[in-house]
């Protein structure tokens, strides 16, 4: 009984790998998050411009141009922006991973994490004396990484980082 819910949970991840590659892919994550910005009000895509982010500013020359052509005021905070990239020059970016990159990869490992639990009975973590081990009981965490060639502990810190989001959005 066991045996064939570890195997059918990691058939389960498989197929979701084999199906959806994009979903673990940098590119897959980045036309992911560019799609969402889209759909941002300009106060949003003002904040991820000032933290640096190329396609916010994108968006707002975008946004800008077209509320100029329509004759349309521009939110204050835009005002404030501008004045900020004409004195001050281009928000640097902050060195490292951008969530863009690894941000639907990590949401997917989530939503994994919680169907192997959820739907097939494994509890999330293991207990302490297991970890790392290559015996003990699995785990949905465990199981995850083991499939997707991580290790468990990234998949737990992915985990405990997401779950109450995943849970909330997902039941």
């Not at 036309?31 to 969402?36: D, E, K, V």
């Not at 077209?66 to 905070?77: K, N, Q, S, Y």
């Not at 989530?110 to 003990?136: C, M």
């Amino acid at each position: 009984m066991l045996e064939d819910r570890e195997r059918l949970a990691r058939e389960a991840v498989r197929k979701a790998v084999r199906n959806a590659p994009f979903l673990f892919s940098k590119e897959g994550s980045q036309r992911f998050y560019r799609h969402h910005m889209e759909a941002q009000d300009a106060d949003v895509l003002v904040a991820l411009a000032r933290d640096g982010d190329k396609d916010a500013l994108e968006l707002l020359k975008r946004y800008a141009s077209g509320a100029r052509r329509a004759g349309l005021t521009v939110p204050t905070a835009l005002h404030e922006f501008v004045w900020e990239y004409f004195i001050d020059g281009a928000p640097k970016a902050k060195p490292g991973s951008s969530p863009k990159d690894i941000g639907l990869k990590h949401q997917t490992i989530a939503v994994l994490v919680k169907i192997v639990s959820q739907d097939y009975g494994f509890p999330e973590y293991r207990n302490w004396e297991h970890r790392g081990e290559k015996t003990g009981p699995r785990s949905a965490c465990l199981l995850v990484a083991e499939e997707l060639g991580l290790d468990e502990q990234t998949v737990e810190a992915v985990w405990r980082e997401r779950k109450a989001a995943i849970l909330r959005t997902h039941g």
